[in-house]
């Protein structure tokens, strides 16, 4: 074999403490160990959101039980509802796999921005802690994942503060990973390596990113409408003063349908480069996949209406969404025609991540069978929001998805961890999974049919075969858990033992193959040949005889270390925190303002807690821009003309494009439906054009300041910030004086109109903030001497963000001032 | 046992590949292009299947565009839900669902004849299921949702709450009774 590997390495560092192990996982910027964080909370994850299914079902097995009743069983419904999605589905295979292997695919180092990474993967642990931190104060939400309006704002709910602003950190973390991966793949391949050269993991990781940053604003834009209605009582769907709780399903399923996709494709990744590696053939039809993948992308943004067929839209609504719906079926059905066909012809073998594989094709094919089923309008009506729906969700999510989150563990274990899974146990695991999930769930399909509704706690004997079926399910739900307890057990035992995975145990042929197992800090001790005719590049440069070029490890510098990304995120926890169960003034939309000390302990403390948490999060922030990326001076590579912050901004901004024209959109159906009618008194125009004066001039001032640190003018550089962050303020005084002369002028909470206002044009003063924070960011780093010819710190991308900002500004003039 | 004589496997070449994944991506696009004009030339020619009727025509005191004030019920119909008859012979029913039961608790509707009925949410979203049927429409708060539907046959339909409305959820179960024509008069 001519392709040589990097020699294993036999370091074997001595075992530290935990503490070590932990402030480690704190400061580090390697994205294998981000990765092995995330794979670590989603699989923590599982376990508690199994556990909880455990208890609902055993609360069903048997008419009229008692475990769970009421409102505990709808937290714990909740619960594991919210914790599988967005802390086991979404994250293990997105953060997990992608965090670990994307970088290694591609040949590099590490992913375009390492800091910001272990920024978002805090962010994500933090916002599954936050959820939590509801157990003492009220309860865990209980209004169901979908948190429908108006249940959510009922007085009688718990914790739904609370899990909106969880959902919104967690968001935050999601687009910052998302926007980083598709950076790292635009900037940073290996040389040689183009787009359609790349192995379809990363194309499949490329195409969650950006799912994720087109549709995620519309979760977003759903809890923060539903948390400001609850803090506030700026409501845009509140019947009461002429707004639509339909638009609230709208927003939400906007992302939440998408985000089925979110849940798929990195395991559709993972199935490709199992099938591939294991059938020794290369995939079939490698174009064709990455096409279905786009494909999927584009019309999975629009399907989301077949979940609120039953609202009563309009028949074209309804019918141009069931089309939809049905050619969404075509690229995902070529996909696992395409997996059919890679492993036809193959030598299989046949070890426990093909088993996992060839699991998932065939329960996919099945759920995703029923799932074009229920995108027949007719048939819809008569199964939504019956248990059929639940077992179809189940059968793509559950017994579909997770099963490659288990074929990626199984088939990359040795390279994470340089051990070896048992074979037998994952025999028993991957049996007790499939038989269990089977007698689980296909009982409900029937007990939908025989028109038992979701989301009861308990239901009557002697409706025909239902206490039967659930009996069946429950059962099926013990075999899951003691699969699970299998899983647990060669997971742990995985980790111990002697490290005897090769480099390359399985014989794939993609680059991950190449590093050792683990592979080291630096990932490669070897640079690779320029040439990549196929996506298996080790195929081809065994035939060609073409080898690895060695480096010297020493030669390699790496990200230092640094605790502020993770103090960062850690702020925002507490921020979250006081947000959640607090508020700036002791202010409730029913009782009005009123004086401090009337209010509860619990909300004094988290008020205090956001106090805190304000000066906390700036010196945390500061202190990361002020901590140089690297130790030494590197130079940078990247593949495009621009850097990876700018590269980077560019990619999240989608997002705050989506986030605005979300609420934009609601608002302007409102107003055109004449339902948001501006009030006599409104704010006036001069004021806005002043601003807009203001703001169109802090752009091309911070343009020239950019331009003046690119010709090494530093002063004039300096100054430029200046006047921008200046600009920038005397805005934010005008905003405000509007603010508070409308707030007082009229009542918010009475008028569609006035909500909508400040609702969106508050939204744009954060970003204002935000952007003015991001500008000051590299006035500091000029000022504490950290910019230079070389180093640009955060300004391309501080600068980017400043026009975004300002771009969304004159369409809200247009929208809120002019029309 | 003799072993079956092996014909020589084909090769599975790489540009014989390359067909077939060519053929392949020509059939798949054939099918999503093939989907697409089925479904159009379906729905113009009026061959799809639907809930017929958008609120029959009716007009409804206090609401507009299908859309009324929930805070304010008693200005409109559904003050009083239950089944009325026009002047001109149709069938209207007025419906309102509230955490956690439906009003009226037991419609009463003839067998055989179209009857329009209309339901709004007094507080949060509800479901009306009726089993054995496929008639499952979403009670919003503000807003009437309207349809016009015939039941053939006399019985005593559930009538259940679908969309997750708090902890009484599963108690939301109200019946419609179908009744023979002819004895509608004795039971009002």
Redesign the interface.
């Known amino acids: 074999m001519t392709v040589q590997h990097a020699p294993q390495t036999t370091t074997t560092s001595a075992r530290r403490g935990a503490w070590e192990v932990i402030k480690d996982y704190m400061m580090t910027t390697d994205h294998k160990k981000i990765g092995l964080l995330y794979i670590f909370v989603s699989l923590l994850a599982f376990a508690i959101g199994g556990l909880m299914a455990v208890g609902i079902r055993l609360q069903l097995a048997l008419p009229d039980q008692t475990l769970l009743v009421g409102n505990t069983y709808n937290e714990v419904l909740t619960g594991h509802a919210a914790i599988m999605i967005f802390f086991f589905l979404i994250p293990i295979g997105l953060f997990g796999f992608g965090n670990y292997f994307l970088p290694l695919q591609l040949g590099v180092r590490d992913v375009a921005l390492p800091r910001l990474n272990n920024f978002a993967v805090w962010l994500f642990i933090f916002s599954l802690i936050l959820i939590l931190t509801g157990l003492w104060n009220g309860g865990l939400p209980g209004v169901g994942w979908t948190f429908y309006y108006p249940l959510s704002v009922d007085g009688n709910q718990t914790g739904v503060s609370v899990f909106m602003v969880a959902l919104i950190l967690n968001g935050l973390g999601s687009l910052l990973g998302s926007a980083n991966f598709a950076a790292t793949i635009v900037n940073l391949r290996a040389p040689g390596m183009s787009l359609w050269k790349m192995p379809i993991f990363v194309w499949s990781i490329f195409a969650t990113s950006i799912l994720q940053l087109v549709s995620l604003s519309g979760l977003t834009a759903a809890s923060l409408a539903t948390y400001l209605e609850l803090k506030l009582g700026l409501s845009m769907f509140n019947p009461g003063i002429g707004g639509t709780p339909i638009l609230f399903t709208q927003f939400f399923w906007f992302y939440s349908h998408p985000a089925v996709y979110v849940m798929l494709l990195p395991y559709l990744g993972i199935a490709a480069e199992v099938a591939s590696t294991m059938a020794r053939k290369p995939l079939f039809g490698y174009r064709v996949m990455v096409y279905s993948l786009l494909g999927i992308v584009l019309v999975s943004l629009l399907v989301w209406v077949h979940h609120i067929f039953a609202v009563g839209l309009p028949e074209g609504w309804q019918i141009a969404f069931a089309i939809a719906t049905l050619i969404v079926a075509v690229p995902t059905g070529v996909k696992i025609f395409n997996l059919i066909g890679t492993l036809w012809g193959g030598r299989i073998i046949m070890k426990t991540p093909t088993y996992w594989l060839v699991g998932f094709i065939f329960n996919f094919l099945i759920g995703g069978i029923t799932g074009v089923s229920l995108g027949m309008i007719p048939f819809d009506y008569q199964v939504t929001n019956s248990y059929y729906i639940v077992a179809h969700f189940h059968n793509v999510m559950m017994f579909g998805t997770a099963f490659l989150a288990m074929g990626g563990l199984y088939y990359w274990w040795p390279k994470m961890t340089g051990r070896f899974l048992s074979e037998r146990l994952g025999m028993w695991h991957f049996w007790l999974f499939m038989v269990g999930s089977w007698m689980t769930f296909l009982p409900q399909y029937i007990l939908g049919l025989l028109g038992m509704p979701r989301r009861y706690y308990t239901y009557p004997a002697g409706n025909f075969a239902w206490t039967e079926l659930n009996f069946i399910s429950t059962m099926g739900a013990l075999i899951l858990l003691a699969g699970g307890i299998v899983m647990v057990i060669n997971f742990y035992q995985g980790l111990r033992g002697p490290k005897t995975a090769s480099n390359n145990p399985w014989g794939g042929y993609t680059l991950e193959w190449t590093a050792s197992s683990p592979p080291a800090a630096y990932n490669f001790a070897h640079e690779f040949p320029r040439t990549f005719p196929t996506e298996r590049p080790l195929y081809d440069w065994e035939k060609s005889g073409q080898t690895l070029t060695p480096v010297d490890p020493k030669s390699i510098h790496l990200p230092q270390d640094t605790i502020w990304p993770f103090m960062t995120a850690l702020s925002l926890l507490f921020m979250g925190y006081g947000l959640s169960f607090g508020w700036f003034t002791n202010y409730t939309p029913a009782g009005g303002l009123r004086a401090f000390s009337e209010a509860g302990l619990s909300f004094q403390i988290a008020t205090v807690i956001l106090y805190l948490s304000i000066p906390f999060f700036f010196y945390s922030l500061f202190k990361w821009a002020g901590t140089r990326e690297y130790a030494v001076p590197v130079e940078h590579h990247h593949l495009t003309k621009y850097d990876n912050g700018f590269m980077g901004m560019a990619w999240f901004i989608i997002s705050e494009v989506g986030l605005f024209g979300v609420l934009i959109a609601g608002y302007v159906y409102l107003r055109l439906i004449g339902a948001a009618e501006p009030p006599a008194l409104r704010p006036n125009i001069w004021l806005a054009a002043l601003n807009t004066l203001i703001l169109v001039t802090s752009s091309f001032v911070i343009h020239k300041a950019e331009q003046d640190h690119h010709k090494g003018r530093y002063t004039w550089f300096r100054l430029g910030l200046l006047i921008t962050l200046i600009l920038g303020a005397v805005f934010m005084v005008f905003q405000v004086y509007e603010f508070v002369l409308f707030g007082v002028e009229s009542d918010w909470k009475q008028n569609l109109w006035q909500a909508c206002f400040f609702i969106i044009v508050g939204l744009h003063g954060l970003h204002i903030l935000i952007g003015g924070t991001g500008i000051a960011l590299p006035y500091y780093q000029a000022l504490t001497g950290k910019m230079d010819k070389y180093n640009h710190g955060s300004l391309t991308a501080a600068s980017l963000y400043w026009h975004l900002v300002d771009v969304v500004w004159l369409l809200i003039v247009a929208i809120f001032y002019a029309w | 046992m003799a072993p079956r004589p092996s014909a020589p496997a084909p090769r599975?070449e790489h540009h014989s590949?390359e067909r077939?994944?060519a053929i392949?991506?020509g059939i798949?696009t054939l099918?999503?292009v093939l989907?697409?004009v089925a479904?159009?030339a379906s729905?113009i020619s009026g061959t799809?299947?639907?809930?017929e009727g958008t609120g029959g025509g009716h007009h409804i005191t206090g609401v507009e565009?299908g859309?009324l004030?929930?805070?304010n019920l008693a200005a409109t119909p559904f003050a009083e839900p239950g089944l009325r008859e026009n002047p001109d012979g149709t069938l209207e029913a007025f419906v309102v669902a509230r955490a956690f039961a439906f009003q009226p608790a037991t419609l009463r509707v003839p067998a055989g004849r179209p009857v329009t009925i209309h339901l709004t949410s007094a507080?949060?979203?509800h479901?009306y299921?009726v089993?054995?049927?496929?008639?499952?429409?979403?009670a919003?708060?503000?807003?009437v949702?309207s349809?016009t539907t015939t039941f053939r046959r006399p019985g005593t339909l559930?009538l259940?709450?679908?969309?997750?409305?708090?902890?009484g959820?599963?108690n939301m179960v109200n019946t419609i009774v179908v009744e023979a024509p002819g004895t509608q008069n004795q039971t009002e």
């Not at chain 2, 089993?131 to 979403?138: K, L, S, Y």
């Not at chain 2, 919003?140 to 807003?143: A, L, N, R, S």
């Open positions: 599975l590949l077939y994944e392949w991506f798949a099918m999503a989907l697409f479904a159009i729905f799809y299947t639907a809930i565009s859309r004030d929930p805070r507080d949060v979203m479901g299921q089993t054995g049927t496929n008639i499952n429409a979403t919003i708060p503000g807003q949702t349809f559930s259940v709450c679908n969309e997750y409305c708090g902890t959820h599963h």
